[in-house]
Nanobody
């Protein structure tokens, strides 16, 4: 059973940076696509970015125009989300997700989810 554990969230002032990590374990074959989603209070969960096992990346609406960068280290079974110039609108619970199918911004496209890590940005 694939397990995903996020870390790296916290509280930061506007303009600051955070780096989220997602450790994946329990797989026989490495998930083809891993992705970050986020869910702000009172809003639907939205896709941020996805990354294929070969390193190709896809950015979705939640990535906020280049301020976020997704990466992965297959040797460490870890995916990252570097978030720069954080703004109050970035306050949300951030989730990592994995699928053996293609990356998509749609939640139901992912079989496996982490519990989330909270990011709070104060202005």
């Amino acid at each position: 059973q694939v397990q995903l554990v996020e870390s790296g969230g916290g509280s930061v002032q506007a303009g600051g940076s955070l780096r989220l990590s997602c450790l994946v374990s329990g797989y026989g074959y490495r998930p083809y696509c891993m992705a970050w989603f986020r869910q702000a209070p009172g809003k639907e969960r939205e896709g941020v970015a996805g990354i294929y096992s070969g390193g190709e990346t896809i950015y979705y609406a939640g990535s906020r125009k280049g301020r976020f960068t997704i990466s992965r280290d297959n040797a460490k079974s870890t995916m990252f989300l570097q978030m720069n110039s954080l703004q109050s609108e970035d306050t949300a619970m951030y989730y990592c997700a994995a699928t053996y199918s293609s990356c998509t911004a749609v939640q139901r496209g992912y079989e496996y989810w982490g519990q989330g890590t909270q990011v709070t940005v104060s202005s």
